[in-house]
C-alpha cells in the first residue's frame, strides 16, 4: 500500500521504517525542514536503536518530504504522528494536531483513512471529524481511525514489531477501517482489541497511568522499605512473581520521566475534571513522583554534611536509557536542584546533552572517566548499561569522596562495597 505518515519523530519514524520493511511505500511528511533535508541525506535526527539502520535497509521505498499534497495524492492512508503536549493547567495542546488535519482538509479530493497514533484525549478522533465536516468535506471522503501507539523508546523498534496488541477504534458506521488496518499491519503476530474512538483513547491513557502508578507505588513501597531495613528489590522481586500483578515496571528510582507518562497523567486528571470526575489515585501518583527526588538529595546532604560548593557527578541526562531524548527527565530535574544549591554538577550521558537552557548548570563531559574525577559522590540517574558496569577500581582511586548514590538501583550493591566505596540506593537495605 501507499501510506502517508505526518510528523518525523520517534512515533513517525519508527513507523515510517517499520511499515516499509512491511512492504509498503511510505511518504513520511514533516514540517521542519531541517529534519527532512537531514532524513534525506540519510542522518536520524533522533538516537533510537535500530531506527537508522532499518531506515537506510528500506530507504527504496521511503520518501522524506515538506510538501504534503503531492504525497497524499499518492495514498490512500494517512497516519497523524504529531506531538501532542501538555498545556500549563494539564490540558492537551493540539495545536499540531489541527494544523495536519488543516493541511489534509486541502488535499481531500479522493477517500483517505485518517488514522490517528497521537495520544489524544477521550473526545479527539470525533471532534476531528467533526472538524473535517464544518471545513464542508463531505465524511464520504474519509474514515478517521483511533490507533493509538505503544511502543517505548529505546525500543521503539523492536516494540512496533512485537506489539501485544493492536487498538483500533472506529466511528460508529465504519465497516470498512478494520480491513484496511489488518492489511497494513499484516505482518504483525497479535491481537485486534477494535472498540469505538473513545474506548481506544481511553485504552492508551490507561495503560499509560496504569504502568507511571506501578512506578509510584514501588517508589512509595521504597520509602516505607528504607524505615524498616527492607530491600525493595527483594520486595519487588516477592511482588511481581504473582501473576496478577507481574514483574514488570517495579522498578523503584528518582521517578518516572519521558514524554509520556507525566503529560498523559496530567491529560487524564483534565479530561475526568472537566467532567467533575475525582481522580484520587492519579493524583497520589504524580505527587509520589514530584516528591521522588527529594530524599535522595537529603541523603547526599547528609552524607557529604554541606552541598554548596561541592562537586558531585550526575550520570545520565536521557529520561531513560538507550534514548538521547531528554523529556521530562528526572535526571535534568536533579541537576537543577542540585545547581540550585550551589553544587558544582559535573555529567555524563552516552547520548543526551542538556538542553541549551540548562547547559550552565554543569559541566557536561564527553567520558564517563573524566566526569567523576575528584568528585565528592556519584549519582545514577539514568540506568544506562555503562553505567551499571563501571571500573569501580577507577571510580574509587578517582573519586575525592566514597559515596555512590544509585538513583536507579541498577549497579550491583556489594561490588561497589567491596571496592570500598559506600552504596546507597532506592529502598534499599
Ligand atoms: N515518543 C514515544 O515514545 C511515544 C510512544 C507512543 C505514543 N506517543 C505519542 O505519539 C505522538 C508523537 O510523539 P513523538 O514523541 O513522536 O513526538 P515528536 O515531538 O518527537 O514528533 C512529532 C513531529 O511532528 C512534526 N509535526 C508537527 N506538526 C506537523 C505537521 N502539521 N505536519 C508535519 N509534521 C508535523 C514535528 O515537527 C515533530 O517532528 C504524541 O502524541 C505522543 O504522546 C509517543
Ligand atoms: O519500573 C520502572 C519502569 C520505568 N521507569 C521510568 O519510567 C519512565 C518511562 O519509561 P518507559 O515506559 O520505559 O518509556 P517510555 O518511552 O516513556 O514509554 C511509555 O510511554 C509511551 C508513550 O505513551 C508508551 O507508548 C509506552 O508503552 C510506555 O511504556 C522512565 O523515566 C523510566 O526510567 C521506572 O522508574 N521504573
Not at 91 to 102: N, Q
Not at 148 to 155: A, D, R
Not at 207 to 219: E, H, M, P, Q, Y
Not at 411 to 421: A, I, R, T
Amino acid at each position: 500500500m501507499e501510506i502517508c505518515i505526518i510528523g518525523a519523530g520517534y512515533v513517525g519514524l519508527t513507523t515510517t521504517a517499520v511499515l516499509a520493511e512491511f512492504g509498503h511505500t511510505v511518504y513520511c511528511i514533516e514540517v521542519n525542514e531541517k529534519k527532512i533535508n537531514d532524513l534525506k541525506r540519510g542522518k536520524v535526527p533522533i538516537y533510537e536503536p535500530q531506527l537508522e539502520e532499518l531506515l537506510q535497509k528500506n530507504k527504496e521505498k521511503i520518501s522524506f518530504t515538506t510538501d504534503i499534497g503531492e504525497s497524499i495524492n499518492k495514498c490512500s492512508v494517512i497516519f497523524v504522528t504529531v506531538g501532542t503536549p501538555s498545556r500549563e493547567d494539564g490540558s492537551t495542546d493540539l495545536t499540531y494536531l489541527y494544523s495536519a488535519f488543516d493541511e489534509i482538509s486541502l488535499w481531500l479530493t479522493e477517500f483517505k483513512t485518517i488514522i490517528i497514533k497521537s495520544t489524544v484525549p477521550p473526545g479527539t478522533n470525533k471532534s476531528m471529524s467533526e472538524y473535517l465536516a464544518e471545513k464542508g468535506i463531505s465524511v464520504s471522503l474519509f474514515n478517521i481511525v483511533s490507533n493509538p501507539e505503544f511502543l517505548k523508546e529505546g525500543s521503539a523498534i523492536y516494540d512496533m514489531f512485537h506489539p501485544d496488541k493492536t487498538v483500533i477504534g472506529l466511528g460508529n458506521d465504519d465497516k470498512v477501517s478494520e480491513a484496511i488496518l489488518r492489511k497494513i499491519y499484516h505482518r504483525l503476530d497479535a491481537p485486534f482489541i477494535v472498540t469505538n474512538w473513545n474506548g481506544a483513547e481511553m485504552i492508551k491513557y490507561a495503560s499509560n497511568a496504569f504502568l507511571a502508578t506501578k512506578i509510584s507505588f514501588i517508589n512509595e513501597i521504597a520509602r516505607v522499605c528504607e524505615e524498616y531495613d527492607a530491600d525493595v528489590m527483594e520486595v519487588a522481586n516477592g511482588l511481581g512473581t504473582d501473576p496478577r500483578i507481574g514483574a514488570l515496571f517495579l522498578q523503584a528510582g528518582i521517578g518516572y520521566g519521558g514524554s509520556c507518562f507525566p503529560k498523559d497523567l496530567q491529560s487524564l486528571n483534565y479530561s475526568a475534571s472537566v467532567k467533575s470526575v475525582h481522580t484520587p489515585i492519579l493524583e497520589a501518583v504524580q505527587l509520589i513522583n514530584r516528591t521522588q527526588i527529594d530524599s535522595y538529595i537529603k541523603k547526599l546532604g547528609e552524607h557529604l554534611s554541606l552541598l554548596k560548593g561541592k562537586k558531585i557527578t550526575v550520570l545520565g541526562v536521557a529520561f531513560k536509557p538507550l534514548t538521547d531524548d531528554i523529556r521530562h527527565s528526572p535526571a535534568i530535574d536533579l541537576i537543577t536542584r542540585l545547581h540550585t544549591l550551589g553544587v558544582d554538577v559535573h555529567v555524563f550521558d552516552p547520548k543526551a546533552h542538556l538542553p541549551l537552557d540548562k547547559r550552565h548548570f554543569a559541566t557536561q563531559h564527553k567520558t564517563l572517566k573524566s566526569s567523576y574525577l575528584d568528585s565528592e559522590a556519584i549519582v545514577i540517574a539514568t540506568d544506562w548499561p555503562e553505567f551499571r558496569r563501571m571500573d569501580w577500581k577507577h571510580v574509587k582511586a578517582s573519586l575525592k569522596g566514597i559515596l555512590i548514590l544509585d538513583g536507579r538501583n541498577c549497579v550491583d550493591k556489594n561490588v561497589v562495597e567491596q571496592h570500598g566505596l559506600v552504596y546507597k540506593g532506592v529502598g534499599r537495605r
